[in-house]
T-cell receptor, first 114, second 113 residues
C-alpha cells in the first residue's frame, strides 16, 4: 500500500485557472515537502514543513501556496496557472526536516497547463 | 550557496562492466550526501547516503564514498546490470537546513551492441 498518497495522478488545467494538489502521508513523519520535476529543472525543492509550520520556501512565486490542515497533510494550491507550471509535482516526507533523514516520495501529480 | 554538480547528463552501461557517476558539491556547513534513483514513471527512492568522511555505504551493489577533502560523493558499481538503467540524482543537505538540494541528474541507459 502506498504510504504517501498524492491526488490526482494526472491533472490538466487551462491557463489562468487554479488547482489544488493533495498529499497525505501515513508514515508518521513530522516533516513534509513539495518538489517539482520538469525538463528544465530536474528535481527542484519548493517548500518544507515541520509540525505543520513552514520551514523553508524556495519558490519565487506567491502563486504557489502550501496548505497544512493536519500533521500528515500538505496540499499545494497553485493559482493563475501558466504553461510553464507544467511539471510533475512530488510530495515527500521524512521523520524530521534536517540531517541525514531519508525523504520518501509520493508517486507524483503530473500537471499539464494548456 | 549550497549546490550539487553532476557532470554527466547521460551515461551508458554495459552489463557486467563497472559504472561510475560523478557528484561534487559545495557546502557551507556539515554536509549530508545522498544518492536517489528514479526508474521510469516512478518516484525517486533513496539508494544510499553518507555523512561520515571516507566511509563507504553500499546498497544493491552500489557504493559511494564521501570525500570531504575533494567535496565528492561518486557512485560506483563494479558489475552493472541492465536493470540499473534509471535516472540517478545526487543530493545534499547541510547543517540544520530542511531543503534537500538535488543535482541535475544522470540518466543511465544500456549500451546496445
Amino acid at each position: 500500500d502506498p504510504k504517501i498518497i498524492q491526488k490526482p495522478k494526472y491533472l490538466v488545467a487551462v491557463t489562468g485557472s487554479e488547482k489544488i494538489l493533495i498529499c497525505e502521508q501515513y508514515l508518521g513523519h513530522n516533516a513534509m515537502y513539495w518538489y517539482r520535476q520538469s525538463a528544465k529543472k530536474p528535481l527542484e525543492f519548493m517548500f518544507s514543513y515541520s509540525y505543520q509550520k513552514l520551514m523553508d520556501n524556495q519558490t519565487a512565486s506567491s502563486r504557489f501556496q502550501p496548505q497544512s490542515s493536519k500533521k500528515n497533510h500538505l496540499d499545494l494550491q497553485i493559482t493563475a496557472l501558466k504553461p510553464d507550471d507544467s511539471a510533475t509535482y512530488f510530495c515527500a516526507s521524512s521523520p524530521r526536516d534536517w540531517g541525514p533523514e531519508t525523504l520518501y516520495f509520493g508517486s507524483g501529480t503530473r500537471l499539464t497547463v494548456l | 550557496g549550497d549546490s550539487v554538480t553532476q557532470t554527466e547528463g547521460l551515461v551508458t552501461l554495459t552489463e557486467g562492466l563497472p559504472v561510475m557517476l560523478n557528484c561534487t558539491y559545495q557546502s557551507t556547513y556539515s554536509p549530508f550526501l545522498f544518492w536517489y534513483v528514479q526508474h521510469l514513471n516512478e518516484a525517486p527512492k533513496l539508494l544510499l547516503k553518507s555523512f561520515t568522511d571516507n566511509k563507504r555505504p553500499e546498497h544493491q551493489g552500489f557504493h559511494a564514498t564521501l570525500h570531504k577533502s575533494s567535496s565528492s560523493f561518486h557512485l560506483q558499481k563494479s558489475s552493472a546490470q541492465l536493470s540499473d538503467s534509471a535516472l540517478y540524482y545526487c543530493a545534499l543537505r547541510t547543517g540544520f537546513a530542511s531543503a534537500l538540494t538535488f543535482g541535475s541528474g544522470t540518466k543511465v541507459i544500456p549500451c546496445l551492441p
